[in-house]
């Protein structure tokens, strides 16, 4: 009778260089953003914002406002109808503000209008009377006991003490060091926009762009008034993201202008206001000292780190706990004492980020490293090889890694990959687009030196401290006209990192079908959280797994009562649209489709805990690693610098789909380079100077070096297919490498970024003329959740702050 076995495998499942679903259309210019929705009737809303840091609002007065032509709706903090304060993490943050403004560019009355500009002349019109107070725009300077109060407990957002082995244990050999990092925006290509259209049964339908649909709507119903039901959220296009989109923007503003007049209402930032419209990464300050034995064995680390909260809470309480327990590095360390503080200021408010507190961290305890191996005259790969991290090793934080931790294999591969080769210097001796400046036809190619830098980082993924972190998916099963067809549900946010792509990826390996559509994103489903914390591989990827698992397990029995032939015992799978037995083909899957197979499941992580006072629990999930080298040259007349090459290593567990794993490393790095060379917002007495493009410099395809990159694939148990999150540890590392690759090539101590051609020359001068600042002193006990009355976790305390609305 022959071979009957089926051989074809179902294409486009785990594994492979799948394209992206939204690829195409975006190339083509055809996707529509957020800032292109559009409705019939629609006004345009703007927001009127503070130009003090801080002060006293004694009076807005809105008549010539409302008079103006085109206007239909002009609101203040009175006009809220629910609850007048929301956030993230705890509901610190006026909707609109009424007695104080804490930060330039906080919204104080919005406008609704038939034309945008409309809207901002009418905005223009308003008066609103200031009592200009003192304003505390230095993080340090914020735990003075005499600084101005931002909030009226105080300044201290959360103080984190961590506390590991003997803090007090001796070393042979200490080094010391002080560092800085710059206010990093995200820089997203698409600016914040949404359209809301009041629904017929008195709610309201929100589309934006947006990482985290469902916390959008816990914090925007309590301030409507609306119950959680009748507020709907969809997912418009998104333009990028990379945590500028975890915390609510104009959501709340849309809604209350559409609701106050009946007409949808769309709101779309410029450039100029979506700097002001979203939080940005942490400044930090950070002071370390490392002891190691003279072989070279870290014995004792310590460490003080102060970040920038700005004005208002967003997710800082998250980053200071990530900073904190990061702080040592990917490396064994017996004894450690790491204090970490986030401060509220009147600098605009700082959040989710790329890399939330790693980014800051990893840059100051590389650069330890590197003066410690300097100091024992040992090579800084071997120095690092000697106290990597392995499964079993155990954190300051008293978390053993029971997962896998390749940082060993990530080192060693990162550093075998071949240095590019030396190029001639001198003028006319190259093409100028390779020269430092020569694209600007400044530089030339004279006084070029060549720096190569190491660095090795981590991070976790997902949710941590105790947060019940979850995601649902449906799934269909359904026998369509061109066969077998699978219908994804999930609420996950595509926001460039291709988890629509996965998630079909995934539904085509468990079910054999080909055929794969995902639904629009909205809040008719359970939530799948947020698209931050490289989480949605892991935990919406997980969900239609185990939905996908659950149907094929019903399609399974109906073949069982179908198919007298069938052995119960017998094993059956799905390949390429059928229904196998033991190879043998049983029939196509459509067979037993006469009515469709739908399930929903929900995947949740294993369970974390809440950091204790000495710092100490089980707080994360997972853990992963990576390391890069950068190779540099610097114009030593000129200060100006270019990357030549970036060599990256990564632990992804398993690369679900290596092309976009190689992407995610590849835009990682960028914003890595861009911290480290030139993206900085410069803000003076709490005024961001520079919000524009022109003026706030991002890497352009000019900047960026080749990327070569290693995938280290070693299975992470317990998660589905053993996949890891990709997303942020490019970032981490990549900044510090090429600060470490500059310190080689002129000498100079370079701690802070990003580094400018005046500290590169010698031209900048010191934090101070007598060294380093001193670390500040450590705040008391109290923190702001402790104030709020809450307890650890985000959804608890939404959903209390949804039960006091």
């Known amino acids: 009778m022959g071979d009957t076995r089926v051989r074809e495998r179902t294409r486009g499942g785990i594994g492979e260089d799948v394209a992206r679903i939204d690829g195409l259309p975006k190339s083509k210019g055809a996707f529509a953003y957020a800032s292109d929705l559009w409705a019939d009737g629609m006004l345009w809303g703007h927001t009127l914002r503070s130009p003090h840091p801080h002060a006293r609002i004694r009076s807005i007065e809105i008549s010539a406002a409302v008079a103006s032509p085109g206007v239909h709706a002009v609101l203040t903090a009175e006009d809220v109808p629910g609850k007048k304060t929301y956030g993230l993490e705890f509901a610190d943050q006026p909707v609109l503000a009424w007695d104080r403004v804490r930060y330039v560019g906080e919204p104080v009355a919005i406008v609704a209008a038939e034309h945008p500009e409309l809207a901002r002349r009418a905005a223009a019109r308003i008066v609103v009377d200031y009592e200009v107070l003192p304003a505390v725009t230095d993080m340090k300077e914020a735990l003075e006991p005499d600084a101005p109060k931002v909030m009226e407990f105080g300044n201290v957002l959360r103080h984190v003490r961590i506390v590991h082995g003997d803090p007090d244990a001796d070393a042979d050999v200490w080094v010391e060091g002080y560092y800085e990092t710059g206010m990093q925006d995200q820089a997203p290509l698409g600016p914040e926009a949404g359209l809301a259209v009041p629904a017929e ?183 690092r090889l000697k106290n990597a991290l392995s499964t079993g090793s155990v954190f300051p934080t008293g978390q053993v890694i029971d997962g896998t931790a390749p940082v060993r294999e990530v080192i060693e591969r990162c550093a075998a990959i071949p240095l590019p080769p030396e190029e001639p210097t001198g003028p006319a001796t190259r093409d100028p687009i390779t020269v430092p400046g020569g694209a600007q036809n400044v530089g030339h190619g004279e006084g070029l030196k060549r720096g190569v830098g190491f660095a090795a980082g981590y991070k976790n993924t997902a949710f941590s401290e105790g947060f019940d972190d979850s995601s649902e998916a449906w799934v269909r099963l359904s026998a369509g006209p061109a066969g077998p067809l699978v219908e994804i549900r999930s609420a996950a946010a595509e926001v460039g990192q291709g988890v629509y792509t996965i998630l079909t990826q995934i539904a085509r390996s468990e079910l054999g079908v080909e055929r794969v559509i995902l639904d629009p994103s909205d809040t008719n489903i359970g939530s799948a959280g947020s698209s931050s914390a490289s989480r949605q591989t892991m935990m919406s990827g997980g969900a239609v797994q185990l939905a996908c698992g659950a149907v094929r397990e019903a399609l399974f029995e109906r073949v069982r009562a179908r198919e007298a032939s069938s052995d119960p015992a017998g094993e059956l799978r799905l390949e390429a649209g059928q ?77 679900l789909n290596p092309r976009s ?58 998660v589905p297919y053993g996949a890891k999150g990709v997303g942020e540890l490019s970032t981490i590392v990549a900044g510090a490498a090429v600060a470490a690759a500059l310190r080689n090539a002129t000498g100079r101590e370079l701690n802070r970024i990003p580094v400018k051609p005046d500290d590169l020359v010698g031209l900048a001068e010191p934090p101070t003329s007598s060294g380093p600042p001193a670390a500040p002193d450590v705040p008391g006990p109290r923190s702001v959740p402790e104030y709020f009355g809450l307890g650890a976790g985000q959804m608890e305390i939404l959903a209390n702050d949804a039960d006091d609305a």
């Open 201 to 383: 049964d008195g709610g309201i339908d929100v589309y934006v762009a947006t990482q985290w649909l469902h916390v959008d709507r816990q914090q925007m119903a309590p301030c409507l008034g609306l119950p959680m039901e009748k507020v709907r959220v969809y997912l418009a296009g998104v333009g990028g993201a990379f945590g500028a989109r975890e915390d609510v923007s104009m959501q709340i503003h849309a809604s209350m202008l559409a609701l106050h007049t009946g007409k949808p209402v769309k709101m779309s930032y410029g450039r100029a206001e979506s700097f002001l419209g979203h939080v940005h990464r942490h400044p930090s300050r950070i002071w370390m000292r490392h002891g190691a034995t003279r072989d070279g064995r870290l014995v004792n680390i310590r460490a003080r780190l102060l970040l920038d909260g700005g004005a208002y809470a967003s997710s800082s309480t998250a980053v200071t706990g990530n900073a904190s327990t990061f702080a040592c590095g990917p490396y064994e360390v017996p004894n450690a004492l790491i204090e970490g503080t986030g401060v509220y200021t009147n600098n605009p408010p700082c959040g989710a980020m790329r890399g939330f507190g790693a980014v800051q961290a990893c840059f100051a305890y590389e650069a330890q490293m590197d003066k410690l191996a300097a100091v024992l005259g040992i090579d800084p790969i071997e120095l």
């Open 661 to 718: 794993v190689e992407g995610q490393i590849e835009g990682g790095t960028a914003q890595g380079l861009g911290l480290a060379l030139m993206e900085e917002l410069q803000v003076v007495d709490g005024r961001i100077r520079n919000a524009s493009f022109t003026d706030y410099l991002i890497p352009t395809i000019l900047d960026m070096p080749p990327v070569v990159s290693v995938l280290v694939e070693e299975p992470e148990p317990g």
């Open 579 to 655: 229904v196998l037995e033991s190879e043998l083909p049983l029939g196509p899957i459509e067979r037993f489709l006469d009515e469709p197979i739908e399930e929903t499941r929900v995947f949740h992580h294993r369970p974390t805990e809440p950091i204790d006072e000495r710092g100490q629990g089980a707080i994360h999930v997972s853990f992963a690693f990576a390391a890069e080298r950068a190779v540099v040259e610097v114009d030593e007349d000129l200060g100006l610098v270019r990357v030549i090459q970036i060599a990256a290593a990564q632990d992804v567990g398993s690369a």
